[in-house]
């Protein structure tokens, strides 16, 4: 796999796990404090931790990459040679 490859496929692999992880732990404003809030939307979290959610996600899509990139470079998962 190349570079560019590798790039484009762990940049791909970590936004999908990014918006897999980013509505985990989420709790409306409203839901948390039990009053109806005026000015904002209903669904807006008080505190999202999108850096925890950011380190999380790099975390899991490292082992999935590099699951990935052992299984293409072990010829495990050659997709040249399905296509031939």
Do not use: C
Not at 36 to 48: S, V
Not at 62 to 75: A, C, E, G, L, P
């Amino acid at each position: 796999m190349s570079t560019t490859g590798s790039l484009i496929v762990y940049i791909s692999i970590w936004w999908i796990v990014f918006f897999s992880v980013l509505p985990i732990g989420i709790k409306s404003q409203n839901a948390k404090l039990g009053v109806e809030l005026h000015g904002n939307d209903r669904g807006a979290p008080k505190n999202p931790k999108v850096g925890k959610k950011f380190l999380v996600t790099t975390l899991i899509t490292s082992i999935i990459f590099i699951v990935i990139y052992y299984m293409v470079s072990q010829d495990y998962l050659n997709v040249r040679g399905y296509l031939q």
